[in-house]
């Protein structure tokens, strides 16, 4: 049943990010040549007029295979015969329906669950939240300039930014809002930095429907801060590559969020369950929008040089640099998907 469900979660973030390219395809009358979920053996195929749709047998990626986008082709409707402009909006179209997907999620889930607003609940005693005047009932609304939404991106700014410096807070307290600054403790226990504010577990509702839409657009902006810092880390040596989790490893998350929430019933079940889509939806969008070859990233990259250069690359360069870049991503994927099942054993 998990596994299932971690399919079909994984199918249906695909599906919407394959859609982002095929619907700018459609809207500029490219021909789509081919509609696939999944790769490697086609296990099912129909035809629907002129594009074939496809169900491969690993579900780990997808595809929408346009005409004249990998090869020659003298059709006017070929993706290689559209303006740049066009086929611009028909490769960012993917990564846009991920973020799209992720707002989407996040709206529902706002809107049934709540927020975890950053409401000081209580301050530990001795501690740098205490000596700067913090109290109970206050609300966290930046630190050093960086705004805060969420009681999460405190925690993530102060493990981001651990470094015993000074920290500029602003809050609220009474509908008037305050600036203070505090030095981080750093714990040698924990071995870490503590600010000493708690907040209890459990989530504010939103009563504005305004502010559902506006917190969806913090959440999702959480969401891509969070991903490009993990990109960071990683680039930085900061956290090692066997950290990363290929689709065995969120698979495996998958299932034990599934597991956690299975004792608390089918609601939060789901609600967690969509939670973890959105940061997977994200996640994705961010991913395919690193300029690597292969990613969308990489042909978003190489049109940017072409608007530059005012000339258009030889499509046989922009083949082989986009092969060499998708050999390379199977050899990362293999490092993952190792690391993913020794973790797991």
């Given amino acids: 049943m998990k596994i299932v469900i971690a399919i079909l979660i994984f199918s249906f973030i695909i599906i919407f990010h394959e859609l982002g390219h095929f619907l700018f395809a459609k809207k500029f009358d490219v021909k789509v040549n081919e509609f696939t979920l999944g790769l490697g053996p086609t296990l099912l195929s129909w035809g629907k007029g002129e594009t074939k749709y496809c169900l491969k047998a690993l579900p780990f990626g997808g595809s929408c295979v346009m005409e004249g986008e990998d090869q020659e082709s003298d059709s006017d409707r070929a993706f290689s015969k559209k303006p740049l402009w066009q086929r611009f909006l028909i490769v960012f179209g993917g990564p846009l329906f991920n973020f799209i997907l992720a707002?989407?999620?996040?709206?529902?889930?706002?809107?049934?669950?709540?927020?975890?607003?950053?409401?000081?609940?209580?301050?530990?005693?001795?501690?740098?939240?205490?000596?700067?005047g913090i109290e109970a009932g206050d609300e966290i609304v930046s630190l050093n300039g960086y705004n805060i939404h969420f009681y999460e991106e405190i925690s993530i700014y102060n493990f981001l930014h651990s470094s015993g410096d000074d920290i500029t807070v602003g809050y609220k307290r009474d509908g008037k809002t305050y600036s203070t600054t505090l030095t981080p403790f750093y714990n040698e226990e924990e071995g870490r930095y503590l600010l000493g504010v708690n907040r209890l577990s459990g989530r504010d509702k939103l009563t504005n429907p305004i502010s559902i839409f506006v917190y969806g657009g913090y959440e999702i902006k959480y969401q891509i801060y969070m991903t490009v810092q993990s990109l960071r880390m990683l680039v930085t040596n900061e956290i090692s590559v066997k950290e990363v989790s290929g689709p065995i490893g969120v698979g495996k998350a998958i299932s034990d969020v599934y597991d956690s929430s299975a004792a608390d019933g089918i609601k939060y079940i789901v609600l967690n369950l969509m939670s973890i889509s959105i940061l997977l939806s994200a996640n994705l969008g961010v991913?395919?929008?690193?300029?690597?070859?292969?990613?969308?990233?990489?042909?978003?990259?190489?049109?940017?040089?072409?608007?530059?250069?005012?000339?258009?690359?030889?499509?046989?360069?922009?083949?082989?640099?986009?092969?060499?870049?998708?050999?390379?991503?199977?050899?990362?994927m293999i490092v993952v998907m190792y690391n993913d099942i020794a973790k797991i054993f």
């Fill in 103 to 132: 707002y989407i999620l996040a709206v529902i889930l706002i809107a049934i669950a709540g927020v975890n607003k950053p409401i000081v609940t209580s301050v530990s005693e001795g501690l740098p939240a205490e000596a700067a």
């Fill in 287 to 332: 991913m395919n929008l690193i300029p690597f070859p292969a990613l969308d990233g990489g042909r978003l990259f190489i049109y940017i040089i072409e608007a530059i250069r005012r000339k258009k690359m030889k499509p046989e360069i922009e083949n082989g640099i986009n092969l060499v870049g998708f050999a390379l991503l199977m050899l990362l």
